[in-house]
């Protein structure tokens, strides 16, 4: 019978994380960019992707990919937090134009997640190493409950180029008529991040966001051994059960300095998955599949 360490190494070959905070930051890093690509080549990965709230990484995944030799995927990302004008579609069509593949929604800047920060003590999230101006509170709809005109714009941009969103860390009475609004105006690749966490969204809001056709991506760093661990094994089969093994996938969410680097991240969850009873199947497709198959990656 095959030992767990094998079934790990096995499961790590083609492996695609989604959600990789690796630095320089204004947040606390444990890796650098180059460094995260290093690792998850010596682990057999086929990509990752680096993502920071404040800059767009595709100039740096570009010069990755052209110069570093690594058979691993560097795939770049903007997030639409205040330092590139907030929901603004400029810097979506720039960063698209140079290959960034996937568009967050503000994060750090959206209302949902200063209200949070705020009026929730213990609200784990890291803070910036220096001081700087004060956020604007971002969000998706207004006071009426429609999606700005702004946004509609972004979906458009992101629509033509075929590229990925994520409704970032806004809440979920914001998420519903945007992933509406996304589809119809084409876009055809959708995604959630750790739904469960600052976007409070309930199990059955998962299940109705995947019946609109959003996959759910959950951070491995909540689940296990992490500082961000705030989650058990019930809360992980729950999630899984409400979106599906087939609309469900996993990004660890690391990068942090204290925390495992990506790649232990990722061979942490692959393991707890196994434990949990998932088979060596549907772990490779939470671990593989799904995202891939979100960026379009070829098979």
């Known amino acids: 019978m095959t030992n767990m360490k094998d079934r790990i190494d096995a499961l790590m070959k083609g492996a695609v994380d989604l959600h990789i905070h690796s630095g320089p930051s204004l947040h606390p890093r444990k890796l650098d960019h180059i460094a995260a690509v290093r690792e998850a080549d010596e682990q057999g990965m086929a990509a990752i992707l680096l993502k920071d709230h404040y800059y767009p990484t595709m100039p740096v ?112 009475r914001e998420l519903f008529p945007f992933y509406e609004e996304a589809k119809a105006r084409g876009v055809k690749r959708l995604f959630l991040n750790h739904p469960t966490y600052v976007n409070d969204c309930s199990f059955q809001d998962i299940t109705h966001l995947v019946g609109m056709g959003v996959k759910m991506e959950h951070s491995a760093c909540m689940f296990i051994e992490s500082s961000f661990k705030m989650f058990d094994t019930d809360h992980l089969k729950a999630v899984i059960d409400a979106a599906g093994v087939a609309n469900s996938f996993f990004g660890t969410d690391l990068g942090q300095k204290g925390n495992p680097s990506p790649a232990e991240g990722m061979r942490a969850m692959i393991e707890l998955l196994l434990e949990c009873g998932y088979t060596d199947d549907e772990v490779r497709r939470m671990t593989t599949t799904v995202g891939a198959e979100l960026v379009g990656l070829a098979a």
């Open 61 to 172: 995944t570009r010069l990755i990919n052209e110069n570093c030799g690594f058979t691993t995927q560097a795939i770049g990302s903007i997030v639409l937090n205040n330092p590139l004008g907030g929901l603004n579609p400029a810097a979506v069509d720039y960063a698209l134009k140079q290959g960034a593949r996937v568009v967050w929604m503000a994060t750090a800047h959206a209302r949902n997640h200063m209200d949070h920060e705020a009026g929730k003590p213990g609200f784990k999230f890291p803070q910036n190493t220096a001081r700087t101006v004060a956020p604007i509170p971002l969000t998706l709809t207004d006071d009426s409950g429609a999606v700005r005109d702004e946004v509609k714009h972004i979906l458009d941009l992101i629509a033509e180029a075929d590229a990925v969103v994520s409704g970032g860390h806004h809440h979920a």
